[in-house]
């Protein structure tokens, strides 16, 4: 053979060999299984330069640690200290090691092959570095075919290799993690989507009254149908309460819950938020998607319907009877499917006679109608829901099992509850929160709700009093309150107090009311 012959023999060799590693490289960087791909990475290192096994050394930076799970052979784990041998010196060095013979290098460790019962000779060890040139392992081959030596070529092209296969293990650690954070938020969100149906059963409303049982009657009845629901009432009756009631117990319950508070947004505002609105509509104006849309296949829940504009009622209409909508600015139609659920504390139809509410809207929404009550026509319930409301903050805020006293719970049903049951809430949660014992007592209350009960609220959370000190402030109180009713007028003020005129002035004198 010519030399000119042999050259060209090397050289085909040579570019065989290249576009292999070509090809390897790009396969590699397709594989986003971790251990599939280290699986993929020793088999395919061995071959590439001729050596008989490979393994890959990754390192632990937390326990300054070397490990490997696929040595060729070997099913467990090996870990030793990162200092350690040729595959700690090439981590530490960053420089590739060629070795003849394994067993007269000063820096081998030759308990791997007491553990696999393989005999090292040859070895060729170079250093896998990130991005950032960063180390994260070594690739280590063993034996060349043949009994030969490895090649200096052989260390170039196993460093060729070794350089994409540690960004190739970069991505799948990093697809692996996400993968991983991916998976848990959806267990969460599953796990936070049945807590949140479970806070809207329909026991959850709480009322024996028959007013509230019939209300959940007809929850119960018309959640799983497409009907629109209006519902009325007071502030702070519940008509949010039973909306998300009516949308977790219908089939739409996984879908979206989707509110808006027709009140709290501008006019403006309120037609970008509901229908969405294109990129550039006007300046600088990104593209929004809307509420209704967002809602789409779930439940749309307008609060405070009576303060929606005339234009954005129009709109709205539209969008129920023609079951499309048409963002502001869009040139394409978006079919939408949701029931509407809506809530006023305004009386529509005097809003209507006043041109301030369409009608045919009130008819699209008021297919089923709910009057929420308020709560001074529903007493009877005010023991059951206060006693409702103290298990649940007790439990909230880890305290033991609480009760009110009866003077308490007389109090609570003799006040006018203008909040309705938002307001009983928060006046059991501030006496959560204030009384010292466990029983909550009149005098954990709000002073307006125990003035609704008389005179006879003494705070013994004060202090011990003496007799004389306690009749003289009950003789305060009333006097003040007197005075307060009569105008000022003390004859008047006697008389409701039933003493003399001459004896309200000394009175009045000695605790220097004037
Ligand atoms: N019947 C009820 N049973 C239990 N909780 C209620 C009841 N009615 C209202 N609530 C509670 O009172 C608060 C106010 O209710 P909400 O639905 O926001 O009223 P609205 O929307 O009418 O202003 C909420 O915390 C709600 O859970
Ligand atoms: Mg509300």
Redesign the pocket.
């Known amino acids: 053979m010519s030399h000119q012959h042999i050259d060209k023999k090397i050289e085909t060799k040579l570019e065989h060999k290249y576009s292999t590693l070509f090809k390897l490289c790009h396969m590699m960087s397709y594989e986003r299984d971790l251990n599939t791909l280290l699986d993929f990475l020793v088999k395919k290192s061995a071959d590439v330069v001729d050596a008989d096994r490979a393994t890959i050394f990754l390192f632990d930076e937390k326990r300054n640690e070397l490990w490997s799970k696929v040595a060729m052979g070997i099913t467990d784990i090996i870990r030793f200290d990162a200092r350690l041998g040729i595959a700690g010196e090439v981590l530490q060095s960053g420089k590739i090691i060629n070795i003849e013979d394994a067993y007269r290098h000063p820096k081998f460790n030759p308990d791997v092959d007491k553990r696999t019962g393989y005999t090292t000779k040859t070895l060729l060890c170079v250093p896998m570095k990130d991005i950032n040139g960063k180390p994260i392992g070594v690739l280590q081959v063993l034996n060349k075919k043949e009994g030969l030596l490895f090649t200096t070529e052989d260390g170039e092209v196993l460093e060729i290799f070794a350089s994409h296969a540690a960004i190739a293990i970069e991505n799948a650690r990093l697809i692996g993690e996400l993968e991983g954070s991916k998976a848990r938020l959806q267990q969460e969100n599953v796990i936070l989507r049945e807590k949140t149906r479970g806070r809207f059963f329909v026991s ?4 024996t009254s028959p007013t ?1 049982q019939s209300i959940v009657k007809l929850i119960e009845k018309i959640s799983d149908s497409p009907l629109n629901v209006l519902i009325t ?11 998300r009631t009516i949308h977790y117990n219908s089939s739409r319950f996984e879908k979206p819950f989707i509110d808006i508070n027709c009140a709290a947004l501008p006019e403006s505002l309120l037609e970008s938020e509901l229908f969405g609105i294109e990129k550039g509509v006007a300046t600088g104006v990104e593209k929004r998607v809307g509420k209704i849309e967002t809602a789409n296949g779930g439940t749309l829940f307008l ?1 405070e319907i009576g303060d929606m504009s005339l234009p954005a009622q129009a709109k709205l209409l539209r969008v129920l009877q023609e079951r499309k909508l048409e963002r502001i600015g869009g040139r394409s139609m978006i079919d939408i499917d949701v029931r509407v659920l809506a ?1 006023s ?1 305004k009386d529509l139809k005097s809003e209507i006679e006043k041109g301030r509410f369409r009608e045919d809207l009130l008819y699209r929404l008021n297919v089923v109608h709910i009057e ?1 009550p308020p709560l001074r026509q529903m007493k009877e ?1 005010i023991p059951l ?1 206060a006693k ?2 103290l298990t649940s903050f007790t439990s909230e805020l880890g305290k033991g099992a609480m009760s009110f006293s009866n003077e308490a719970i007389d109090c609570l049903m003799k006040y006018s509850w203008h909040g ?3 307001e009983l ?1 928060n006046e059991v949660k501030r006496a959560v929160i204030l009384s010292e014992g466990d029983v909550i007592e009149e005098s954990d209350l709000s002073e307006h709700v125990r003035e609704s009960r008389g005179t006879a609220c003494r705070a013994p959370t004060e202090g011990i009093h003496s007799l004389k000190e306690t009749v003289e402030e009950i003789e305060i109180r009333m006097i003040k309150e007197a005075l307060k009713t009569s105008g000022g007028n003390k004859q008047k003020a006697s008389e409701a107090l039933g003493i003399t005129r001459q004896g309200l002035i000394k009175k009045i004198k000695r605790y220097g009311l004037s």
């Open positions: 959850n409303i709480i009322g509230i009432g007071e502030s702070g009756t519940g008509k949010e309460l039973a909306a609060d809530a504390n929420m319930d829901l409702y409301f309705n049951v938002r809430e």
